[in-house]
């Protein structure tokens, strides 16, 4: 009960953030294509193992469906579906939303309706891309533990020369308690240092030698420097 208050307070406060901020982008969308065998599909599958497919019809601006893994290896084992039966046969209508939608309604719409993944359209009426359940679940959780972490240490240590970073540490601050000597710029905080000394978002994992330190990407979330360890290189 407790995590559901707490995912509930979530989804309100959650209120600025819209559908195409955690959308998963048309052109990294896996597509199936209207008439595709299911043989055809094992081929996409093999290579990109998710457990659910839109399925476009001539141009990925014409969605006409959703075709769950679990639905085709359902009708596979009844004896509903063979390999050489087109994907149409296991399709479910798609779900459609504007990508202006706030993410704690559609998470809620979404729940409600059984809904796994939907079909995020922009204000032309095109695809702009496709959001899970799961990626929005995701958001929120994260949400959830960002507010959690803004009431505990912005910085941890983790041995004598290794130390956790919240992203949103004040430049002044981890200079004055770990003596840093990070450099002040047009920016406040250690994840703007980072982002102006690489010139770029990093990804998780991503890491540099700076002023006698390593400074390694620990999470990077919704194009946001989240966390960073930074260890004191032995002489």
């Not at 290896?73 to 399709?91: H, N, T, V």
């Amino acid at each position: 009960e407790k995590g559901e208050a707490e995912l509930l307070e979530a989804v309100f406060h959650f209120g600025d953030r819209r559908v195409n901020e955690v959308m998963i982008p048309r052109t990294e969308v896996v597509w199936l294509e209207k008439g595709m065998t299911i043989a055809d599909m094992y081929d996409i599958f093999s290579e990109h193992p998710h457990s659910r497919f839109p399925v476009f019809k001539d141009t990925h601006d014409n969605v006409v469906g959703i075709v769950g893994i679990k639905d085709v290896l359902r009708g596979l084992a009844e004896k509903q579906l063979d390999d050489g039966l087109p994907i149409d046969l296991a399709m479910r209508p798609a779900m459609f939303v504007p990508e202006t939608k706030f993410v704690g309604a559609l998470f809620f719409e979404m729940q409600r309706s059984g809904q796994q993944m939907a079909v995020v359209a922009d204000e032309y009426g095109g695809t702009a891309g496709v959001v899970t359940l799961e990626i929005l679940l995701e958001e929120l959780v994260g949400y959830v533990s960002d507010e959690l972490r803004r009431h505990g240490e912005e910085v941890v240590s983790l041995d004598e020369r290794t130390f956790e970073i919240d992203g949103g540490v004040s430049i002044s601050d981890v200079n004055e308690e770990l003596e840093l000597g990070l450099p002040e710029g047009d920016y406040e905080t250690v994840a703007g240092f980072v982002l102006s000394h690489l010139g770029y978002i990093p990804k998780q994992g991503e890491q540099f030698d700076y002023n006698g330190h390593r400074i390694a990407v620990t999470e990077v979330r919704a194009q946001k420097v989240e966390r960073l360890t930074i260890t004191r290189l032995q002489e």
